[in-house]
């Protein structure tokens, strides 16, 4: 019984850190290519749009990705809107731009959008974007931002590569839980503290992830730096006090 204990526990830590480090590399490479998209030809003087720029987490060598942004008139009067998307071309200082004019009634909306290619990606890592509007009504210069990581993973599609991360990650985190709450069971202790707090760090990882994915990104980072200043203070501690560890021989 206690060598089927020391087996869960080891087998849990492994398992959970393998999810955990899933996720913090897809909540990482979110922010950090939003973070980049934000310093990619800024708009001086310029605010942010009230339209939201959809643009793709990542994509691989073998898929290219949409970006696009609905523009609609909420006037009573017609508007004219200028569209001017600007992507990287494999460097920073290489740039794409083009220009989109729209005649919109009042209430009517239009569809914008944006190929990118893995070739597009600065640094052979993101693909940055930026999209200045130009209104004759209201605020007159608004902008928005983006950046979609490049995953070198050859043979996947982006959606396939995201699916099968997030299954994966899913998949190691319950099992690492479920073979923690078995080694607690085989040692009869009933404190679950390990458990409880491989819980609390799974649910700031979905928080902060479902917040740099839904375009959140500066409060998804704050998020993640707590997250790894929390991490090096677990491990600091558990190092640290290793007199405190279960005594699982």
Known sequence: MIKNSKFYFISSIFLFSLGLLIGLFLWTGSVWADLEGYMFQPATHAKRTEFNLQCPTLITPS??????????????KDVRKVVRGYKSLGYVIYIASDETSLELKPGESEVVHWYIYPEDAAWDRFVLFRVNIISSRGVSLTTASCGVMLINVPFLKSNQFFLLALLLGTLLIGTGIYFMYKSSLLQGKKEFYFERLMLALTIILIIGSLLAYFDQWIVGGIILVAMYLFLVVIISHYLQKSDDKPQID
């Open 63 to 76: 898929d290219f990705g949409i970006i696009s942004i609905g523009i609609e008139n909420s006037y009573d």
